[in-house]
């Protein structure tokens, strides 16, 4: 192995080899998880979201955050911003650093849409609960 730039370069297998940051791991994991890779374009050092979905009709668009806090309005608007199609629906997952749940963070008109593609695909998890925080909860009702 031998360091090129900042990056280091497996000579045996020809790639660079990717660090174990927590944040790349939280990536790989999303990733794996949905049976996908982590997004090439993203690894080359351009900019774009970290993890793809694609449906075919639709695709998932996914901005992973691991770090102490999480800026919902922000991160989400990051993911937001490389929906570059209509059939895109943007998340923002996010781990808190040293812990080991994750949360996934959606804006209701997109959770419509997705959840509108969970029904016709006839998922099971068309009838999943899910948990708001109380104080959005109260928002939603003032806006109705």
């Not at 049976?35 to 690894?43: D, F, L, M, P, Q």
Request: hydrophobic fraction near 35%; glycine fraction near 6%.
């Amino acid at each position: 192995m031998v360091i090129l730039g900042t990056r280091l370069y497996d000579l045996n297998t020809g790639e660079f080899v990717m660090s174990r940051t927590n944040w790349k791991g939280l990536e790989r994991k999303v990733a794996g998880d949905l049976g996908v890779e982590r997004n090439s374009k993203k690894c080359q050092g351009e900019s774009g979201p970290d993890v793809i979905k694609d449906f075919g009709d639709f695709r998932v668009i996914i901005e992973c955050k691991n770090r102490n806090s999480v800026d919902v309005d922000k991160d989400l608007s990051q993911a937001e911003e490389y929906c570059n199609q209509e059939r895109d629906i943007p998340l923002l997952v996010f781990r808190e650093t040293g812990k080991k749940s994750i949360d996934v963070f959606i804006k209701l008109s997109y959770f419509k849409k997705l959840y509108k593609k969970v029904k016709e695909k006839g998922s099971l998890f068309a009838e999943t609960v899910l948990q708001l925080r109380y104080e959005d909860f109260v928002r939603m009702m003032k806006d109705l």
